[in-house]
Nanobody
Framework: QLVESGGGSVQSGGSLRLSCTAS????????MGWFRQGPGADREGVAT???????????FYHDSVKGRFTISQDTAKNTVYLQMNSLKPEDTGMYYC???????????????????????WGQGTQVTVS
């Protein structure tokens, strides 16, 4: 189970930090990521990080958030964070945490922000930038 928190409303240029905590069998997770879905848009990958041993700490970002967003992990707390700085109105949307503990790292290496490689999803947290 994935539980997100930290969303809210902020002015353009502001910051927010999202958190996603995994419960159940967090030790089996291989990678976790953040996705977002804006009004009338498809869900898209924002950032992802590898949790498992082999590529632990590796990250990947959508081009639109590079230099502004940072994904990090705290394995002791089974939590992944998304620090979002210099927020823009186009960052508005519902943000979802996703994870996978199946397969191996190959899928993540080849297509890290592909929705299809994630098999657990949180309920989402709203981010509004005005």
């Amino acid at each position: 189970q994935l539980v997100e928190s930290g969303g809210g409303s902020v002015q353009s240029g502001g910051s927010l930090r999202l958190s996603c905590t995994a419960s159940g069998s967090p030790d089996s997770l291989l990678y976790m990521g953040w996705f977002r879905q804006g009004p009338g848009a498809d869900r898209e990958g924002v950032a992802t990080t590898y949790i498992g041993n082999f590529f632990r700490g590796s990250t990947f970002y959508h081009d639109s958030v590079k230099g502004r967003f940072t994904i990090s992990q705290d394995t002791a707390k089974n939590t992944v964070y998304l620090q979002m700085n210099s927020l823009k109105p186009e960052d508005t949307g519902m943000y979802y945490c996703a994870a996978s503990g199946t397969g191996d790292g190959g899928r993540w290496v080849s297509r890290p922000l592909d929705l299809g490689i994630y098999d657990s999803w949180g309920q989402g947290t709203q981010v509004t930038v005005s």
